[in-house]
């Protein structure tokens, strides 16, 4: 999705110092572990959120090698939410391979998130910087918290789009804000630009999860491979902004509870795909792609009160890019 992006920037060169970093980290283990890192933290992935890190670490003083490792430790500590997620989605595929859980099972699966997690602290903790261990303390807790939430509302159809809000802010927009503000710090960033790169993340993240929403029911995929089945949110029973939108119609909500309560609560994928059609019978699609345009909106508003031409023309890139994606599908 930005490997484009990744071209135009100093970016190429130090996402590039990234990946070599994570394969050697990589080769210091053996057996499983090493074959689920693999899969893992090697299969891929658009790297976003270290992109973001660097990008607001960028300054005069900019140094790559000294940022690599906190780079790592932002992708490091994203995959090990990933791992977790998977084990309470039972999900089936990641980045277009079977999940840790399938191929092995759940105990090694949770065991290597529970690795990953801890060693992102540990390099996190090589800056000895209060600030910085604070700032991942929070949105460990958040990336938790957003989760428990998720699963408490599966399957609740009356949700509002605040709530909705409020669990992606915790478990999506979290991770987006810390790799935004660990930049600031680690570039010595002063105060309010620090708090404007963790609004632009918050708005960021929202109009990311929202896209990814989208994917979910993207069903002509017009050149894109997804990397997990269409429709798996409607499956796992995750409230997605779409159907929060699709659900303010009321034969569309009556269809759907009626598809639940015949089906004690499960949705098959043939069910699934009969959702996912009805979706599109709404108005929910625009409606939440309009959302994704207010964001991004919010979001380079924000970068206008930030410190830094190299700064600024990387963070309206990121922007530009997720617009340009957001026409291409659906």
């Known amino acids: 999705m930005f490997e484009n992006f990744k071209k135009s920037l100093f970016l190429e060169r130090d996402l590039k110092g990234l990946e070599n970093y994570i394969k050697g980290f990589v080769s ?15 299969a891929g992935g658009k790297r976003i959120r270290p992109a973001l890190f660097l990008i ?6 900019y140094d790559a090698g000294y940022l690599t490792p906190a780079a790592a430790a932002i992708e490091i500590l994203h995959t090990a939410s990933l791992i977790h997620d998977d084990i309470i989605d039972n999900s089936l595929l990641r980045r277009g391979k079977k ?13 290597v998130g529970d690795y990953l997690f801890t060693y ?17 303390s929070e949105t460990s807790q958040y990336l938790v918290i957003g989760e428990f939430d998720q699963i408490k509302t599966k399957k609740i159809l009356d949700q509002s789009e605040e709530i909705y809000l409020e669990k992606i802010n915790k478990k999506t927009s979290s991770l987006f804000k810390l790799s935004c503000v660990l930049g600031g710090i680690l570039s010595g960033s002063i105060d309010s630009d620090i708090e404007n790169m963790r609004r632009f993340g918050g708005y960021l993240g929202i109009a990311f999860q929202i896209n990814d929403d989208l994917i979910d029911i993207n069903i002509d995929k017009p050149g894109y491979k997804p990397d997990k089945p ?17 659900l303010k119609d009321k034969k569309f909500k009556e269809q759907i509870k009626s598809i639940l309560d015949t089906n004690n609560g499960m949705i098959d994928d043939e069910e699934a795909d009969r959702i996912i059609g009805m979706i599109y019978e709404t108005g929910a699609i625009k409606m939440a792609r309009q959302k994704i345009y207010f964001y991004l909106n919010e979001a380079k508003k924000v970068i206008k009160l930030i410190r830094g031409n190299e700064r600024k023309s990387g963070l309206i890139e990121i922007c530009d890019f997720l617009l340009n994606y957001v026409e291409k599908i659906n």
């Open 230 to 246: 269409i429709g798996n949110d409607i499956r796992q029973g995750n409230v997605t902004l779409p159907l929060i939108y699709a």
């Open 28 to 42: 210091g283990f053996d057996g499983i572990l090493k074959e689920t890192l693999l899969n893992t933290l090697l």
């Open 99 to 111: 999940t840790i859980h399938h191929v092995y099972d759940k105990d090694t699966a949770r065991y």
């Open 120 to 136: 992102s602290f540990y390099l996190l903790n090589s800056y000895h910087n209060n600030q910085i261990l604070r700032e991942m």
């Open 56 to 61: 607001c670490a960028k300054n005069e003083k």
